[in-house]
């Protein structure tokens, strides 16, 4: 196949440009690969003449604290790249046959009941400002990708984990190592979460299953909570203890590592009602074996 990865310099391009590896992969990137800006048409726009598919990874990285700058950096830099894609892609003669566009499980409202599918409840009603801002960026995220005349799928992404240096999984790792892997708050909120080889292999399912389309959520089916998600790490790792957090502790914590409480504590519990329907397998549908296979990857590393 011949693929198009916008932003594929990161970490989630990573993983795809390996997976993808016997593939004819173009990578639009601002410092490397067929250079675009994000934000203005060029001749990286050849790229997309005939392509299988454009898989749109780009925008600023949430991981940081939401200071007014960085709400900006993080909308724009979303917004712009997505709607210079389907400006492309309205002007090409030979659009790609599909678009992949990112979004973000967290478009789902904080749960403790039922688990959201794509027809799941939507929102950040009662929800704290940082929180709102996450589903508003996420929302106009999909919006911006709105009406064009090929197939678009919008990839509701949970966390996904890979062993590569930099990634969630990597700031988990840590914290477990350093004996500060234990519950975080309560400990109930649900984790949603996908293992970096049925995130691409769910890809690739998007890519040429052309009854998909719309919103489809790429998450494992079992999410849990994350007192249970940091215990199984803690075994995976072979670290007996964790010290629990409470509220003024995360806080805290998140100042110290220029990030926000929300990515620990907001309760995601979204399934793959999509990806199930359409007959995929998941290699790790279990959190436990996940945590041992990119444990054990790490430490090879």
Not at 74 to 99: F, G, K, Y
Not at 194 to 221: M, T, Y
Request: hydrophobic share 45%; proline share 6%; with cysteine.
């Amino acid at each position: 196949m011949r693929i198009v990865l916008a932003g594929g310099t990161g970490q989630i391009g990573q993983i795809l440009r390996r997976a993808f590896k016997d593939d004819e992969i173009t990578v639009l990137a601002r410092s490397s690969g067929v250079r675009w800006d994000g934000r203005t048409l060029g001749p990286w726009t050849d790229a997309l003449s005939g392509a299988d598919a454009l898989i749109n990874l780009a925008g600023r990285s949430v991981d940081c604290r939401y200071t007014a700058a960085n709400r900006r950096a993080i909308m724009d830099s979303r917004l712009e790249s997505t709607a210079i894609l389907r400006t492309a892609i309205l002007q090409a003669d030979a659009p790609p046959r599909v678009w992949l566009q990112s979004s973000t499980a967290t478009i789902y409202a904080d749960t403790y009941g039922p688990p959201n599918a794509e027809d799941g409840v939507l929102g950040a009603e009662g929800m704290p400002d940082t929180w709102r801002f996450s589903y508003d960026v996420a929302r106009r995220w999909e919006e911006a990708a709105a009406d064009t005349p090929v197939r678009t799928v919008l990839m509701r992404s949970a966390m996904v984990m890979s062993p590569d240096r930099g990634g969630v999984f990597d700031t988990l790792r840590t914290l477990v190592r350093r004996g500060l892997g234990g519950r975080a708050g309560s400990g109930r909120q649900f984790v949603s979460w996908i293992h970096d080889v049925d995130f691409a292999n769910a890809v690739r399912l998007l890519i040429e299953n052309e009854d998909l389309k719309g919103p489809v959520n790429l998450a494992a089916p079992n999410p849990l909570p994350y007192g249970d998600f940091m215990a199984a790490l803690r075994k995976a790792e072979g670290i007996p203890f964790g010290l629990p957090s409470t509220k003024w502790m995360l806080e805290l914590g998140a100042f110290a590592m220029r990030t926000e409480t929300e990515l620990v504590v907001k309760s995601r519990r979204v399934v793959p009602g999509a990806l199930m329907q359409a007959g995929f397998t998941f290699d790790f549908p279990e959190w436990p074996a996940a945590a041992r296979d990119l444990a054990a990857r790490r430490r090879a590393s």
